[in-house]
């Protein structure tokens, strides 16, 4: 099968900066990415559907100028928490598709 | 728009049974998918299996087979001889119909705990 590889797997960070995710399909190209939201005992929420070379579109309720998407080649999107504060602790996961959806081994990410 | 219902928070099974965790869906598209993923403690989602709405036979992975009930909107996860490794959630999930064909979104259930006791 396809694989999506994410990281960092974890990380810690200190309230008021950004963080960055990255999210890479390794062996297939994807115009498209998708980012997930999970709290803890929760699904998976849709944050937003990233597009190679064009803006994102986030659903309803995300702010996009605390999570920014850049989409920048057909293999690689990433989420940039701006900011950050301790509510955004969550664990972020990414898919691609080929077929059916493959995700990411996800990242927790803690703000202190 | 569409939806998923999982309808129990928590399951337990004993090592070597069969369980089925259920699922109910709400689409008034023709054209669906339905998924079921694993995701164990250490977060990784894991295919399980898949159905399309127009599949015509049950879907079967190994121990793992859908029970896809269209009319009842309905596509249950039946996990046979449970083992201890299948303790994790369980997520039903449902493919949106997409204009360019597979870059399509998912809409998750709430998921199921399941626990195998030994």
């Known amino acids: 099968g396809a694989v999506v590889s994410q990281h960092p797997s974890w990380v810690i960070c200190k309230s008021g900066t950004s963080v960055k995710i990255e999210c890479r399909s390794l062996d297939f190209q994807a115009t498209t990415m998708f980012w997930y939201r999970q709290f803890p005992k929760q699904s998976l929420m849709l944050m937003a559907t990233s597009n190679e070379g064009s803006k994102a579109t986030y659903e309803q309720g995300v702010e996009k100028d605390k999570f920014l998407i850049n989409h920048a080649s057909l293999t690689l999107s990433t989420l940039t928490v701006t900011s950050a504060h301790p509510e955004d602790s969550s664990f972020y996961i990414c898919?691609?598709?080929?077929?059916?959806?493959?995700f990411g081994q996800g990242t927790r990410l803690t703000v202190v | 728009a569409q939806k998923i219902t999982q309808t129990q928070p928590g399951m337990f099974v004993q090592e070597k049974e069969a369980v089925t965790l259920d699922c109910t869906y709400d689409?008034?598209?023709?054209?669906?998918?339905l998924f079921w993923y694993k995701q164990p403690s250490s977060g990784e989602m894991i295919f399980l299996i898949y159905?399309?709405?127009?599949?015509?036979q049950n879907a079967t992975e190994g121990r793992y087979s859908l029970n896809f009930q269209k009319a009842r909107k309905s596509a249950n996860l039946v996990i046979s001889a449970s083992q201890l490794g299948d303790s994790a959630m369980y997520f039903c999930?449902?493919?949106?119909?997409?204009?360019?064909?597979?870059?399509?979104?998912?809409?998750f259930g709430k998921g199921t705990l399941l626990t195998v006791n030994p």
């Open positions: 898919s691609a598709n080929r077929g059916r959806a493959f």
């Open positions: 159905q399309g709405s127009y599949d015509e």
């Open positions: 689409t008034s598209d023709q054209s669906y998918g």
């Open positions: 999930a449902m493919r949106e119909p997409s204009v360019g064909g597979s870059n399509y979104k998912l809409t």
